[in-house]
């Protein structure tokens, strides 16, 4: 099947029109829309790998639901290779890339530590404007308690956990960061292997990582937690 239009969903996975589905869970797909919407939870619990053809590149995302747009009939396309992947063991994380080829990655399930540590989250994250911010806000309640200045830390802090890619977004697009591809992977580390492999000149943003490039495994899809063990 290809897309040929890309739905809300579909756009958060980095999906494009035109984007051809072949597998699925590292089997070849040539089914059609209803067997592809069997393939999911309908409370919307298991996680699927896709694999995608788009060009001479081959892009796998993990999506928990079928509705990432309109589908449409389409011819097998040569002999794609999938990779051997366990879906619940992956997670998409979302790359940042600036036009000098430098970049960033986070991945899109929120850390714990934004919730019950927003200071440090903040801190490694490298959102320096935000942490001060917060510090400022529980700074500004103490005059009237320490509760007061509890009450604005629970506040901020819940700001933070709810609103995580949406700040680490906005951090880099002022650095000069767009975002670029989603990239699924088992971890941090296989995130940054898979995109160099797809970019193997470009460098990350806060300092060298050292990755063995390796062949391509489940990868991407171009288009939102950023590197939680920086290198």
């Not at 997670?91 to 714990?112: A, I, K, M, T």
Request: aromatic residues 10%.
């Amino acid at each position: 099947m290809e897309l040929i239009k890309v739905g809300s969903a579909g756009n958060s996975l980095g999906l494009r029109p035109g984007d051809k589905l072949v597998g699925i869970d590292g089997v070849a797909f040539v089914d059609g829309a209803r067997e592809f919407s069997r393939r999911f939870s309908p409370m919307q619990t298991r996680k699927v790998a896709l694999h995608f053809q788009r060009g001479d590149l081959n892009l796998t995302v993990i999506s928990v639901t079928p509705k990432l747009g309109r589908w449409h009939p389409c011819p097998a396309v040569g002999n794609p290779q999938f990779p051997d992947i366990s879906p619940d063991l992956f997670e998409n994380w979302e790359v940042l890339r600036s036009s000098r080829g430098h970049y960033d990655l986070f991945r899109h399930r929120v850390s714990p530590l934004a919730w019950i540590a927003a200071p440090l989250w903040l801190a490694q994250m490298r959102l320096w404007p935000h942490l001060g911010g917060l510090a400022t806000l529980v700074i500004m309640g103490w005059p009237a308690g320490w509760w007061a200045s509890a009450i604005l830390y629970g506040l901020a802090s819940a700001y933070v956990g709810r609103n995580y890619a949406y700040l680490i977004r906005s951090d880099r697009l002022a650095r000069g960061l767009a975002p670029y591809a989603v990239v699924a992977a088992e971890s941090e580390a296989a995130a940054h292997i898979a995109y160099s492999n797809m970019e193997p000149d470009d460098q990350f943003l806060f300092g060298a990582v050292s990755v063995p490039v390796i062949p391509r495994m489940a990868e991407t899809g171009d288009l939102g937690e950023h590197s939680e063990a920086n290198a």
